[in-house]
């Protein structure tokens, strides 16, 4: 299956920084996603991205597809604590139908 | 709006018992069904899509099986659950291109 390498794994951040995240693979993607998981539940869809270059907001939060295809990004400024949990990266393969392959995650910690 | 639902929230069974786990979609018509087994907080492994009522695709070879009776309807199954089988279950939807997939709350299984 594709491989997605997410990083980094974990991070500790002071409420108020600014967070960069960010997830790559092997093969050129035609869609990424972004998801954040509290614990217990399932992961929510935060951001989604169709275009190589396609840069996207959705309040504190800035995801970026790579021009490559094989990469995305994820910002989120002015950390506060709801931002704790761990983010997913999601990426679809060109031409294979409606699968999605996972990253690993990022587990965020804000210190208040 | 589009809803997704999963039940049970929480399910302990003991070894080489029968699992079913059920997963509805309210608010959409012929969307596409995914189950995803997620171990320890991380990464996402695809086991089932179902794109349509009775087709049904499956990523993983193991003691697990879906059937999809209805078009909003998803069911996991196994006749014998192994120890292995202990995780947090969980269904999404998508209406097909763009493939935004959205997800339910989960089932967490432990098998004892």
């Known amino acids: 299956g594709q491989q997605l390498n997410q990083s980094p794994q974990s991070m500790f951040i002071q409420e108020g920084e600014d967070v960069s995240m960010n997830c790559t693979s092997s093969?050129?993607?035609?869609?990424w996603l972004w998801y954040k998981q509290d614990p217990g539940e399932g992961p929510v869809l935060l951001i989604a991205?169709?275009?190589?270059?396609e840069l996207t907001s959705n309040g504190r939060l800035t995801a970026q597809f790579g021009i490559t295809r094989k990469d995305s990004f994820l910002n989120i400024s002015a950390s506060i604590p709801s931002d704790v949990g761990i983010y997913f990266c999601?990426?679809?393969?060109?031409?294979?139908?409606?699968?999605?392959?996972f990253g690993t995650g990022t587990s965020l910690t804000v210190i208040p | 709006s589009q809803t997704i639902h999963q039940w049970p929230a929480t399910l302990v069974q003991p070894v080489g018992s029968p699992l079913s786990l059920e997963c509805t979609v309210e608010?959409?018509?012929?969307?596409?069904l995914y189950w995803y087994r997620q171990a320890a907080g991380r990464g996402l492994q695809l086991l089932f899509y179902?794109?349509?009522?009775?087709?049904i695709s499956s990523e993983v070879p193991q003691n697990l099986s879906a059937s999809r009776p209805q078009d909003r309807q998803f069911i996991l199954s196994s006749k014998k659950l192994l120890l292995s089988d202990s995780g947090f279950y969980l269904c999404?939807?998508?209406?097909?291109?763009?493939?935004?997939?959205?997800f339910g709350p989960g089932t967490r299984l432990t098998v004892t």
């Open positions: 179902s794109v349509g009522i009775g087709q």
């Open positions: 999601a990426g679809q393969v060109t031409n294979t139908g409606n699968q999605f392959y």
């Open positions: 991205l169709y275009k190589a270059g």
């Open positions: 608010g959409t018509s012929n969307p596409n």
């Open positions: 093969s050129i993607f035609n869609t």
């Open positions: 999404a939807w998508d209406r097909g291109n763009p493939y935004e997939q959205y």
